[in-house]
Protein backbone atom coordinates (compact mmCIF):
# COMPACT_ATOMS: atom_id res chain seq x y z
CA UNK A 1 0.00 0.00 0.00
CA UNK A 2 0.92 3.42 -0.83
CA UNK A 3 0.11 6.66 0.37
CA UNK A 4 0.72 10.16 -1.61
CA UNK A 5 0.26 13.64 -0.53
CA UNK A 6 0.53 16.57 -2.63
CA UNK A 7 1.75 20.18 -2.02
CA UNK A 8 2.41 22.97 -4.19
CA UNK A 9 -0.22 24.34 -5.75
CA UNK A 10 -1.68 28.14 -5.79
CA UNK A 11 -2.07 31.12 -7.97
CA UNK A 12 0.41 32.00 -10.05
CA UNK A 13 0.19 34.43 -12.76
CA UNK A 14 0.44 33.81 -16.73
CA UNK A 15 4.36 33.14 -17.18
CA UNK A 16 5.42 31.93 -13.54
CA UNK A 17 6.50 29.12 -11.92
CA UNK A 18 5.14 26.54 -9.20
CA UNK A 19 6.78 23.24 -8.19
CA UNK A 20 4.40 20.19 -7.01
CA UNK A 21 5.70 17.80 -4.46
CA UNK A 22 4.54 14.52 -3.90
CA UNK A 23 5.52 12.19 -1.06
CA UNK A 24 5.03 8.74 -0.75
CA UNK A 25 4.82 6.70 1.96
CA UNK A 26 4.54 3.15 2.82
CA UNK A 27 5.07 0.26 0.00
CA UNK A 28 7.64 2.70 -1.44
CA UNK A 29 9.89 -0.11 -2.77
CA UNK A 30 7.84 -1.21 -4.91
CA UNK A 31 6.89 1.52 -7.12
CA UNK A 32 7.80 0.99 -10.69
CA UNK A 33 6.65 4.58 -11.97
CA UNK A 34 5.35 7.85 -10.48
CA UNK A 35 3.19 10.48 -12.65
CA UNK A 36 1.32 13.70 -12.92
CA UNK A 37 -2.15 13.91 -13.79
CA UNK A 38 -4.74 16.96 -14.21
CA UNK A 39 -7.80 17.24 -14.24
CA UNK A 40 -9.91 20.83 -15.03
CA UNK A 41 -13.51 21.27 -14.31
CA UNK A 42 -15.43 19.26 -16.95
CA UNK A 43 -12.85 17.79 -18.56
CA UNK A 44 -11.55 14.28 -17.69
CA UNK A 45 -8.63 13.79 -15.91
CA UNK A 46 -5.40 13.98 -18.48
CA UNK A 47 -1.37 12.76 -17.96
CA UNK A 48 0.70 15.17 -18.02
CA UNK A 49 4.22 13.58 -17.34
CA UNK A 50 5.64 10.41 -15.64
CA UNK A 51 8.95 8.99 -14.19
CA UNK A 52 9.81 5.56 -14.43
CA UNK A 53 11.93 3.42 -12.53
CA UNK A 54 14.90 4.50 -13.79
CA UNK A 55 14.62 7.50 -14.22
CA UNK A 56 13.28 8.13 -17.51
CA UNK A 57 10.66 10.32 -18.06
CA UNK A 58 7.18 11.56 -20.73
CA UNK A 59 5.34 14.44 -20.96
CA UNK A 60 2.12 15.53 -22.70
CA UNK A 61 2.34 17.27 -25.34
CA UNK A 62 1.04 20.28 -24.12
CA UNK A 63 3.69 21.02 -21.59
CA UNK A 64 6.64 19.30 -23.06
CA UNK A 65 9.32 21.70 -22.89
CA UNK A 66 7.63 23.72 -19.78
CA UNK A 67 7.42 21.32 -17.63
CA UNK A 68 10.04 18.78 -15.57
CA UNK A 69 9.04 15.90 -13.40
CA UNK A 70 11.84 14.43 -11.57
CA UNK A 71 12.40 12.27 -8.23
CA UNK A 72 14.28 12.42 -4.99
CA UNK A 73 14.34 8.28 -4.43
CA UNK A 74 15.69 9.04 -0.98
CA UNK A 75 13.06 11.46 0.04
CA UNK A 76 10.47 9.35 -1.73
CA UNK A 77 9.01 12.56 -3.41
CA UNK A 78 8.16 13.13 -6.93
CA UNK A 79 8.37 16.94 -8.04
CA UNK A 80 6.81 18.62 -11.38
CA UNK A 81 8.73 21.85 -12.19
CA UNK A 82 5.82 23.54 -14.13
CA UNK A 83 7.68 26.86 -15.78
CA UNK A 84 5.83 29.29 -18.38
CA UNK A 85 2.58 28.28 -16.81
CA UNK A 86 -0.93 28.69 -19.30
CA UNK A 87 -4.26 29.85 -17.99
CA UNK A 88 -4.67 26.98 -19.68
CA UNK A 89 -2.80 24.53 -17.12
CA UNK A 90 -5.62 25.46 -14.91
CA UNK A 91 -6.63 21.96 -13.29
CA UNK A 92 -6.36 19.99 -10.28
CA UNK A 93 -3.26 17.73 -10.12
CA UNK A 94 -3.09 14.44 -8.68
CA UNK A 95 0.12 12.63 -8.31
CA UNK A 96 0.01 9.02 -9.05
CA UNK A 97 2.25 5.85 -8.56
CA UNK A 98 2.20 2.59 -9.99
CA UNK A 99 2.60 -0.83 -8.24
CA UNK A 100 3.79 -3.64 -10.22
CA UNK A 101 1.41 -6.89 -8.96
CA UNK A 102 2.44 -10.99 -9.34
CA UNK A 103 0.59 -11.09 -12.33
CA UNK A 104 2.46 -8.41 -14.11
CA UNK A 105 -0.07 -6.14 -14.35
CA UNK A 106 -0.44 -2.66 -12.23
CA UNK A 107 -2.25 -1.00 -8.86
CA UNK A 108 -2.52 2.47 -9.09
CA UNK A 109 -3.02 5.06 -5.90
CA UNK A 110 -3.81 8.19 -5.84
CA UNK A 111 -2.77 11.52 -4.10
CA UNK A 112 -5.74 13.85 -2.65
CA UNK A 113 -5.02 16.50 -5.42
CA UNK A 114 -3.80 20.29 -5.33
CA UNK A 115 -5.15 22.91 -7.04
CA UNK A 116 -3.43 24.92 -9.56
CA UNK A 117 -4.66 28.29 -11.13
CA UNK A 118 -3.06 30.05 -13.70
CA UNK A 119 -4.74 33.76 -14.17
CA UNK A 120 -4.17 35.80 -17.47
Known amino acids: QVQLVESGGGLVQAGGSLRLSCAAS????????DGWYRQAPGKQRELVATIRRGGSTGYADSVKGRFTISKDNAKNTVYLQMNSLKPEDTGVYYCNAKIATATLGTDDYWGQGTQVTVSS
Open 26 to 33: GSTFSITA
